[in-house]
């Protein structure tokens, strides 16, 4: 197998041991080490069930028991796709006791995305919910399981049907968790994509641990508080900024939504006195509007923080006044860096900034296209390195050389300024992805779906404003032939077992795309020039 991993420099390694960011402890250490802090204490709430601390842990270690009953050894990688409930902590710490690696999936994934994913990590075993939002996982895991034969083994929660329970019999005596290497990888995030498939970004222990204690500590997170998981917990926002996991490190209660509207995340809200949450701006514009009309008490909500994508001022500066809590912009990336505004920082800061890195060890540079650094205030490409950004991409050396530099720095691919305070402000992006409602989609991935039906010849794909969405797909075709209706392109996207995010929204037909007087241009040029037209063309 192709080893998973993430290597810093030594002397920076020993730096970021010796200033306490990386503590040598596991996530198979902290949920026992929790568990036993706080064993009484509710960690999550989840329809109409409460499970406590000690509980939570008692069924990890069965899941775990049930996970090495089926052959799985440690450091097995698993891909994972379950919804936001109580048996996503039951599986993923179930996972981390076992010392075996969760890949993370989201529920909109569809067979191509997790086959993808389940080659390249290669993953022996598949975790599922059994039903979500009308969708039965059960079928799609027989699927990949005939696409990627290795996947051999399926646990569901909830109705196995033909697969196995999450839980082992219930007398396995839950065997001693390892003593796992807290600078090994800990679980596998996926990368929004920028060209091509999504890229897998390797985590470990000592550095996703770090994210998310310093995340408490800024967040205001503490055993007191309450978080509602509203976004899918698979993404990195939710699951650690601070997200779940941050909640579980303080002894917190987490509040599973089955989804993030308004009419189930308030009356949740009301009910558990939930105190902090994370939306994307399109989900925090929603809240927005319905609080001037909600019945409900949301007074208990002290923090909503808003990232993912950027929250235009016009609508962050309604958060305080309207939702009567303290926004917290956050921007973010799975690959490492975060960016808070401060609970205590000027309303000024909080409306108009994406805030500032976590860690004083967060190196940032701000350089133009030569590489040279900008004037303050400037925008420029934001490069950054640190205690928790990775220095790799798992297994993918063309990626790799494109996205970091040689001295280590990740280049993000945003377009950011930093005020004269140091906060950022996200000014733009270099890189072509889409970012629609904070899922971000690589305009190249559409692009080759779109290239495989026959009456395409040409297909270009770029992102136009929304007011709702942020951004948009819209799809610049040159059909070959007859153009085929809009709707018919539509349907065939959906039915090609991918993300139902990454089906165009707008689709524009046209005869021919633009070439320079000495040929081609590059697919980048082309895209920022059709964006540019359909702007001006309004
Ligand atoms: C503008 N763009 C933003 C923001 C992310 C916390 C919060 C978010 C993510 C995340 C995350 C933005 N304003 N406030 O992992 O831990 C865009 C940037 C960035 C990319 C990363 C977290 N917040 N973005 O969104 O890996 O373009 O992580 O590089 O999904 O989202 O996307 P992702």
Redesign the pocket.
């Known amino acids: 197998m192709k080893p998973l991993m993430q290597q810093w420099p030594d002397d920076l390694a020993a730096h970021y041991r010796a200033r306490g960011y990386w503590t040598g402890e596991t996530f198979g250490e902290v949920i026992e080490r929790v568990a036993r802090d706080h064993a009484g204490r509710t960690a999550v709430v989840c329809q109409a069930r409460r499970w406590t601390y000690a509980e939570l842990l008692e069924r990890a270690d069965r899941t775990a028991a049930a996970f090495r009953a089926a052959g799985l050894e440690p450091g097995a990688r698993v891909v994972v796709q379950m919804p936001n409930r109580a048996e996503f902590l039951q599986v993923v710490f179930g996972l981390f006791r076992a010392g075996m690696i969760p890949v993370f999936a989201l529920p909109a994934h569809r067979l191509t995305e997790l086959a993808h994913f389940a080659r390249k990590a290669q993953a022996q075993a598949l975790v599922i919910a059994d039903r979500h939002d009308g969708f039965d996982y059960r079928d799609l895991a027989g699927q990949l399981q005939q696409a990627v034969p290795a996947v051999s083994r399926v646990f569901v929660a909830g109705d196995p049907g033909p697969w196995q329970a999450i839980e082992g019999p219930g007398d396995a005596p839950p065997a001693a968790p390892l003593q796992a290497d807290p600078g090994a990888v800990a679980l596998v ?1 996926i ?2 994509g920028s060209t091509g498939l999504s890229k897998l970004i390797p985590r470990t222990h000592d550095d996703y641990l770090y994210s998310i204690r310093a995340s408490n500590a800024i967040c205001g997170l503490t055993q007191d508080s309450v978080y509602l998981a509203a976004l899918p917990v698979a ?3 939710p699951m ?2 601070p997200g779940i996991f941050g909640a579980i490190h303080a002894g917190a209660t987490i509040v599973m939504a089955p989804s993030p509207s308004p009419d189930v995340a308030f009356p949740l809200i009301e009910q558990e006195n939930v105190t902090i949450t ?1 939306l994307v701006p399109p989900l925090a514009l929603l809240w927005l509007r319905a609080a001037a009309r909600s019945g409900h008490d949301i007074s208990s909500l002290e923090v909503l923080q ?6 235009m001022p016009e609508a962050a500066r309604r958060v305080r006044p309207e939702l009567g809590c303290t926004l917290q ?7 490492g860096l ?1 960016n808070y505004t401060r609970l205590d920082d000027p309303e000024d800061v909080i409306v108009h900034t ?1 805030g500032r890195p976590i860690s004083p060890d967060d190196e940032i540079l701000i350089v133009d296209d030569r590489g040279a650094p900008v004037a303050e205030g400037e925008p420029g490409n934001l490069l950054t390195r640190g205690p928790y950004t990775i220095r790799a991409y798992h297994d993918d050396p063309a990626a790799n050389a494109r996205a970091f530099t040689d001295d280590g720095y990740y280049r ?3 377009v950011v300024a930093r005020t004269a305070e140091g906060n950022l402000v ?1 000014r733009g ?1 270099a890189s072509d992805h889409i ?1 629609r409602a ?1 899922e ?1 989609i690589s305009a190249e991935e559409v692009e080759d779906h779109l290239l495989a039906r026959d009456d395409v010849f040409d297909a270009a794909v770029v992102s136009l404003p929304d007011p709702f969405l942020g951004e948009r797909i819209c799809a610049f075709i040159v059909p070959e032939g007859d153009a085929p209706p809009a709707a018919e392109i539509k349907r065939w996207m959906r039915a090609r077992d991918i993300a139902a995010f990454k089906v165009p929204d707008q689709i524009v037909f046209v005869e021919g795309f633009a070439t320079t007087a000495v040929g081609k241009i590059s697919r980048k040029e082309l895209r920022a020039r059709l964006r540019e037209e359909a702007l001006t063309n309004g």
């Open positions: 995030q990368s929004g993404h990195n926002f650690s900024s994370g808003v990232g993912g994508a950027k929250f912009q956050v921007f973010g990336m799975a690959e975060v994406q993000t691919g945003d996200v992006r970012n904070g971000k």
